[in-house]
Nanobody
Framework: QVQLVESGGGLVQPGGSLRLSCAAS????????MYWYRQAPGKERELVAS????????NYADSVKGRFTISRDNARNTVYLQMNNLKPEDTAVYFC????????WGQGTQVTVSS
């Protein structure tokens, strides 16, 4: 059974940091590119960051460049999103996605940035 389970979300003040994790199981994680998306209330889901299967190609949305870092540990079947200097506009549900031969999504974790 394929699973992507996000964790690490929560409430944080502006300027704070969070580290999201996405634990994968049920497929060959090391073959899949991984993505973090987010969806704010009333808005479309948007791509935040991506990482290739080997981890040597990274891409970021302009809105998070310099603040967010995506990484992965293929030995642990986990992808991470380190989020620093968080802003209220980063408030959203964050989803991870695995894409290669198949397309898998997690259920999401809420991130709220508020004072």
């Amino acid at each position: 059974q394929v699973q992507l389970v996000e964790s690490g979300g929560g409430l944080v003040q502006p300027g704070g940091s969070l580290r999201l994790s996405c634990a994968a199981s049920g497929f060959i994680f090391s073959r899949y590119s991984m993505y973090w998306y987010r969806q704010a209330p009333g808005k479309e889901r948007e791509l935040v960051a991506s990482i290739s299967n080997s981890g040597n190609r990274l891409n970021y949305a302009d809105s998070v460049k310099g603040r967010f870092t995506i990484s992965r540990d293929n030995a642990r079947n986990t992808v991470y999103l380190q989020m620093n200097n968080l802003k209220p506009e980063d408030t959203a549900v964050y989803f991870c996605r695995a894409l290669e031969a198949f397309d898998y999504w997690g259920q999401g974790t809420q991130v709220t940035v508020s004072s």
